[in-house]
């Protein structure tokens, strides 16, 4: 019997070796002057700058793209739900007011195949950047007999920063204060399940797939400047859950909101899904974003301001809702 090597069994260490290589050129377009590592090492550093920041809170977030992957292999295109797994966690972290500050990424295969993998850095980093943060480790792990071969997975984690005073957690929303809608990407991450039960293999390989790999727009840049001038009350961010299931997590005992499903544009492709697949209005709102990927909460008298500021900053906004007395959500129809 031949003498096994660890490649025998499935596990290429030199070709992950070739990767890390490969990829260190793109992670370093993503460095801060916070990092004090470099790539290889065993983990990364990151020393903060905190002047002006008093009190610092460090905010975390980890979260993965879901079966959007397996539209992504069917479509053999990655470069996209790399920027996904970035987004799903720093719009979590910018939700309480904190800037993204460093990354960290875990891909887990069958099988490494450095030219889809290197495809998938490019999105990771591009959505670091397009963030802010910097990309300082990760883990690719090769693991043959847990993925099929030509199977995947894709995890993520940020860290963000932010004072103490200035942590947005909801409690002063009030009755009357104003949802402001940041238009969404598409589909984003979420209800991906249910998108593969509608259509056959054959419709998302084709035009239908390509929409459906947008991806997750990230709202840090834009939020964090506008509060730098408007105070903004409290944030949601608008993922798995839909509308139903974000909002109310984010708005005091006592009160809830009314949204106004009129208000803003709904994109094409969230009509196309509930007429093929027959799904219920309120199941679209529990499941999907509509066309909004974030919702923030303002009083009355700054509202108007914080468009103005959107606007300016190429990112479209509306009035969609209120917050109201009770509990929940309540959709109203156009």
Not at 149 to 156: N, P, S, V
Request: glycine share 12%; charged share 25%; aromatic share 6%.
């Amino acid at each position: 019997m031949a003498a096994l090597t660890y490649k025998k069994a499935g596990v290429d260490i030199e070709k992950a070796d070739e990767f890390v290589k490969k990829i260190k050129s793109l992670l370093g377009k993503t460095r801060r002057p916070e990092v004090l590592s470099k790539i290889g090492g065993f983990s990364g550093l990151f020393m903060p700058r905190l002047r002006g920041i008093k009190n610092p809170v460090l905010v975390s977030s980890t979260d993965g793209v879901g079966t959007k992957l397996l539209v992504a292999d069917l479509m053999r295109k990655y470069d996209t739900v790399g920027v996904d797994l970035v987004a799903m966690c720093v719009n979590d972290v910018v939700t309480v007011g904190a800037e993204p500050l460093f990354f960290l990424d875990y891909i887990a295969c069958g099988k490494l195949d450095n030219e889809m993998l290197y495809e998938l850095m490019k999105g990771i980093t591009k959505g670091c950047r397009e963030a802010g943060c910097a990309l300082i480790g990760g883990e690719t792990a090769e693991l043959p007999g847990l993925y099929a071969r030509d199977k995947f997975d894709l995890a993520g984690f940020c860290v963000g920063v932010v004072s103490r005073e200035k942590v947005m957690d909801g409690r002063i929303c009030q009755k009357g204060d104003k949802l402001v809608g940041l238009a969404s990407n598409g589909v984003h991450s979420n209800g991906f399940s249910l998108v593969r039960k509608i259509f056959s293999l054959d419709e998302l390989r084709g035009k239908l797939g390509k929409e459906l790999l947008k991806p997750t727009k990230i709202y840090a840049k834009s939020i964090l400047k506008v509060m730098e001038v408007v105070h903004i009350k409290a944030m949601a961010h608008i993922t798995g859950g839909g509308f139903y299931g974000n909002i109310p997590r984010v708005l005091p005992a006592g009160l809830g909101a009314e949204v106004k499903g009129g208000a803003w544009p709904v994109p094409s492709i969230f009509r196309k899904i509930q007429e093929r697949g027959q799904v219920e209005e309120r199941e679209m709102f529990r499941t999907f974003n509509m066309g909004v990927g974030m919702v923030l909460v303002l009083g009355s008298r700054t509202v108007q301001r914080a468009l103005r500021l959107f606007e300016n900053l190429g990112q479209k906004a509306w009035i969609i809702g209120e917050v109201i007395e009770g509990d929940g959500i309540k959709i109203l129809d156009k």
